[in-house]
């Protein structure tokens, strides 16, 4: 069991095994889409007026067009990768400043880790969205994926400071105390064990929180500017015209809805739980 | 002991947003020594003195104080339908291998952020329903007094409240299943059973007020669950509640109203979470530490 482990009780084991192989191959496809991106969208980023404004999905434009004539295609594959690209940030940033700093300060010594359990325990008490459009009010929103990790770390640092505090009470670390060895190295230990053991689906909780937090903060307008649109700004984009045109709305939020819920799949999250 | 405990982590959580709310509110100071300023801010929320909106010159206090009853008349909506929902979909969920298996699917409805679905319900209600969504602040007046008013309140908070009622439904369903997955390993039911209790009996008399005391040990994260999609569902649906007011105050860097908001949010999920777990406690319920 890490750090990160869900609760008892959730899909019986053979089935939840298959759902996370079935969420990280979604994310390999994902990936593989992203990487490709230039070569399967037919247009770079912003090409207006290459075929009338909302014209529905039809054999030319495969998921339509959008008000300024642009290829939702072109246009959803472009957002998806800024999306996994800002993801894929926040995430590393969620890791460092969530579960890998949560475990480093509870080894801290004199009462530091009590201390930051503390600030980060009071940051837990706001939404991690309210933290994330915070910071970047505070500062710009060409910071939002490390806001973004930041805003989405303190649950994940309570999680992994009590885990970490109580395999420092483990008969293991009594014995290692016992025998001279230092703390520094048990940390290490314990540190190495925790995420080989758990490093996938911690990375899959975080992308999927941050993907979240992401979005909505460009929904809100404090992300992503356009040319270089996400998913979230895009569907906000479509709020005018997507009750008439459905299709300016529905493909990027497929579109972020799979990312999610593969990253959801691959951590092997129950629905409703917190990433 | 436990619940001085409780109430000192309660406290020190209290301060710790009060002193968060004084480094915000200090950002709005140009110029002059921040860590000075924040104690200055601290001394002035001491005195009940948050300061004024750098945008509308009036107060942050009173208008904090005149959107905050709206955030929690939706909230309260959308924590009705996430009980009315949410309870029975956990009980159900964590019944039964069959439930218990088909329990991943709702996935694929969870990954869609709160914004799709309110935008899908707005969709839904234009083009299939043909019902045109009209926002009304306060309703919940209006649907006392009955009658054309009660109606319009109604369709005022349908919406908003589906969509933070859908939010919350799934904290709530989480909540129920994980208390019921600790409270159905107890060895006590074995032993009841073999006393000739049927399960319905137990399941009424001992694992219902465990369930109930486990969802309420949740009750602050649930709170979290349902301030976020307040926010989503006030910029969608035009409601005019206090995290409406949060974005429109980051937006235009009015660090006063920005500090008092998160403040006044902080302190009720607190206040929530402390409740909640005191509550399970008395309860007798799991995981009430």
Same mark, same amino acid.
């Given at each position: 069991?890490?750090?990160?482990?869900?609760?008892?009780?959730?899909?019986?084991?053979?089935?939840?095994t298959a759902?996370r192989?079935?969420?990280?191959? $979604?994310?390999?496809?994902?990936?593989?889409?992203?990487?490709?991106g230039?070569?399967?969208?037919?247009?770079?980023?912003?090409?207006?007026?290459?075929?009338p =404004?909302?014209?529905? +999905?039809?054999?030319?434009?495969?998921?339509?067009?959008?008000?300024?004539?642009?290829?939702?295609?072109?246009?959803?594959l472009?957002a998806?990768a800024v999306?996994?690209d800002?993801?894929?940030?926040?995430?590393?940033v969620?890791?460092?400043?969530?579960?890998?700093?949560?475990?480093?300060?509870?080894?801290?010594?004199?009462?530091?880790?009590?201390?930051?359990?503390?600030?980060?325990?009071?940051?837990?008490s706001?939404?991690a969205?309210f933290?994330?459009?915070?910071?970047? $009010?505070?500062?710009?929103?060409?910071?939002?994926?490390?806001?973004?990790?930041?805003?989405?770390?303190?649950?994940?640092?309570?999680?992994a400071f009590?885990r970490a505090?109580?395999l420092g009470?483990?008969?293991?670390?009594?014995?290692?105390?016992?025998?001279g060895?230092s703390?520094?190295?048990?940390?290490?230990?314990?540190?190495?064990?925790?995420?080989?053991?758990g490093?996938?689906?911690?990375?899959?909780?975080a992308?999927?929180?941050v993907?979240?937090?992401?979005?909505?903060v460009?929904?809100?307008?404090?992300?992503?500017?356009? =040319?270089?649109?996400?998913l979230?700004?895009?569907i906000?984009?479509?709020?005018?015209?997507y009750?008439?045109?459905?299709?300016?709305?529905?493909?990027?939020a497929?579109?972020?809805a799979?990312?999610?819920?593969?990253a959801?799949l691959a951590?092997?999250?129950?629905?409703?739980?917190? +990433? | 002991?436990?619940?001085?405990?409780?109430?000192?982590?309660?406290?020190?959580g209290?301060?710790?947003?009060?002193?968060?709310a004084?480094? %915000?509110?200090?950002?709005?100071a140009?110029?002059?020594?921040?860590?000075?300023?924040?104690?200055?801010? *601290?001394?002035?929320?001491?005195?009940l003195n948050?300061?004024?909106?750098?945008?509308?010159?009036l107060?942050?206090?009173?208008?904090?104080?005149?959107r905050?009853?709206?955030?929690?008349e939706?909230?309260a909506?959308?924590?009705?339908?996430?009980?009315? %929902?949410?309870?029975?979909?956990? %009980?159900? *969920?964590?019944?039964?291998?069959?439930?218990?298996? &088909?329990a991943p699917?709702?996935?694929?409805?969870?990954?869609?952020?709160?914004?799709?679905?309110?935008?899908g319900?707005?969709?839904?209600?234009?083009?299939?329903?043909?019902?045109?969504?009209?926002?009304? /602040?306060? /309703?919940w007046? @209006?649907?006392a007094?009955?009658?054309? !008013?009660?109606?319009l309140? #109604? !369709?005022?908070?349908?919406?908003?409240?589906?969509?933070?009622?859908a939010?919350?439904?799934?904290?709530?369903?989480?909540a129920?299943?994980?208390?019921?997955?600790?409270?159905?390993?107890?060895?006590?039911?074995?032993?009841l059973?073999?006393?000739g #209790?049927n399960s319905?009996?137990?399941?009424?008399?001992? *694992?219902?007020?465990?369930?109930f005391?486990g969802?309420?040990?949740?009750?602050?994260?649930?709170?979290?669950? #349902?301030?976020?999609?307040a926010?989503?569902?006030e910029?969608?649906?035009?409601? /005019?509640?206090?995290?409406?007011?949060?974005?429109?105050?980051?937006?235009?860097?009015?660090? !006063?109203?920005?500090?008092l908001?998160?403040?006044?949010f902080?302190?009720?999920?607190?206040?929530?979470?402390?409740?909640g %777990?005191v509550?399970a406690? &008395?309860?007798?319920?799991?995981? @009430?530490?």
């Amino acid at each position: 069991m890490t750090a990160f482990a869900s609760f008892r009780g959730s899909a019986a084991p053979s089935l939840r095994t298959a759902l996370r192989s079935i969420g990280f191959a $979604g994310l390999g496809l994902i990936a593989v889409v992203v990487s490709l991106g230039d070569v399967i969208a037919r247009l770079p980023p912003g090409s207006d007026h290459v075929g009338p =404004p909302l014209s529905p +999905p039809s054999v030319l434009f495969a998921f339509g067009t959008d008000l300024f004539g642009r290829d939702m295609v072109s246009e959803t594959l472009h957002a998806l990768a800024v999306s996994v690209d800002m993801a894929g940030m926040a995430m590393l940033v969620a890791i460092a400043a969530g579960g890998l700093a949560g475990f480093v300060a509870a080894r801290l010594p004199w009462g530091f880790g009590l201390v930051m359990r503390w600030i980060v325990g009071v940051l837990t008490s706001l939404p991690a969205l309210f933290l994330a459009i915070l910071c970047i $009010g505070l500062s710009a929103r060409g910071y939002a994926p490390l806001y973004a990790g930041l805003a989405a770390s303190p649950l994940a640092f309570v999680r992994a400071f009590d885990r970490a505090q109580e395999l420092g009470s483990s008969p293991h670390a009594e014995f290692a105390r016992a025998t001279g060895v230092s703390a520094m190295s048990l940390l290490r230990r314990d540190l190495t064990y925790e995420f080989r053991a758990g490093f996938l689906a911690v990375a899959a909780r975080a992308l999927a929180a941050v993907t979240i937090i992401l979005a909505t903060v460009s929904f809100f307008g404090f992300g992503s500017a356009p =040319p270089n649109r996400d998913l979230g700004l895009m569907i906000a984009a479509s709020r005018e015209t997507y009750v008439d045109a459905w299709w300016t709305a529905t493909f990027p939020a497929i579109a972020l809805a799979l990312l999610i819920l593969f990253a959801r799949l691959a951590a092997g999250l129950e629905e409703g739980e917190r +990433p | 002991m436990w619940l001085v405990r409780q109430f000192l982590k309660f406290v020190l959580g209290l301060l710790g947003a009060l002193i968060l709310a004084a480094a %915000v509110a200090a950002a709005s100071a140009h110029g002059s020594h921040y860590p000075r300023e924040v104690l200055v801010r *601290l001394f002035d929320f001491a005195h009940l003195n948050f300061g004024t909106s750098s945008i509308s010159g009036l107060p942050a206090a009173a208008l904090v104080a005149h959107r905050l009853p709206a955030t929690l008349e939706l909230m309260a909506a959308g924590a009705i339908i996430a009980f009315l %929902v949410g309870a029975p979909l956990g %009980v159900l *969920l964590g019944r039964g291998h069959a439930l218990r298996a &088909a329990a991943p699917l709702l996935q694929l409805v969870a990954a869609a952020p709160v914004f799709c679905a309110g935008l899908g319900l707005l969709w839904l209600a234009a083009r299939v329903l043909h019902w045109t969504y009209t926002p009304q /602040p306060l /309703p919940w007046p @209006a649907l006392a007094e009955g009658g054309h !008013n009660a109606l319009l309140a #109604l !369709n005022a908070l349908s919406l908003p409240g589906l969509t933070v009622g859908a939010a919350g439904a799934a904290a709530v369903q989480l909540a129920v299943r994980r208390a019921e997955s600790h409270a159905i390993e107890e060895p006590y039911r074995r032993g009841l059973k073999l006393m000739g #209790l049927n399960s319905f009996e137990i399941d009424r008399l001992y *694992l219902a007020p465990q369930v109930f005391a486990g969802m309420l040990a949740g009750f602050g994260e649930i709170v979290l669950a #349902l301030f976020s999609a307040a926010a989503v569902a006030e910029w969608l649906f035009g409601w /005019p509640g206090a995290a409406v007011l949060f974005l429109k105050s980051v937006a235009l860097h009015d660090w !006063n109203v920005t500090a008092l908001v998160l403040l006044a949010f902080a302190s009720v999920s607190l206040l929530a979470d402390f409740s909640g %777990v005191v509550a399970a406690r &008395a309860m007798g319920g799991v995981d @009430a530490s």
